[in-house]
Nanobody, 121 residues
Framework: QVQLVESGGGLVQPGGSLRLSCAASGSIFSINAMGWYRQAPGKQRELVATITTDSSTNYADSVKGRFIISRDNAKNTVYLQMNSLKPEDTAVYYC???????????????WGQGTQVTVSS
């Protein structure tokens, strides 16, 4: 069993900051890419940022220069530092990890339960 547990969401004013965390636990041999996605009401889930095992990063254009993704491989944890938040950043944020449970098994994508981020004055 593999679990991704997110934390750090909440209500923040425009221009403020939040830091999301996501810890993976359970039967894990290795984790490849990790990332954050978000889904706003009435919209499709979209990629926010991803990070590889060697810390190569990729960001959606809408968050470049404001959000920073990082990871701690020893803790199987990925972070998302969100700065200069805007109302349009309001969404449920989901953590994703590409996981191999055992050495010779195939990788699969695991998802967290989501954490609400609301940017409003």
């Amino acid at each position: 069993q593999v679990q991704l547990v997110e934390s750090g969401g909440g209500l923040v004013q425009p221009g403020g900051s939040l830091r999301l965390s996501c810890a993976a636990s359970g039967s894990i041999f290795s984790i490849n890419a990790m990332g954050w996605y978000r889904q706003a009401p009435g919209k499709q889930r979209e990629l926010v940022a991803t990070i590889t095992t060697d810390s190569s990063t990729n960001y959606a254009d809408s968050v470049k220069g404001r959000f920073i993704i990082s990871r701690d491989n020893a803790k199987n944890t990925v972070y998302l530092q969100m700065n200069s938040l805007k109302p349009e950043d309001t969404a449920v944020y989901y953590c994703n990890a590409n996981i191999r449970k055992f050495k010779y098994t195939r990788e699969f994508d695991a998802w967290g339960q989501g954490t609400q981020v609301t940017v409003s004055s």
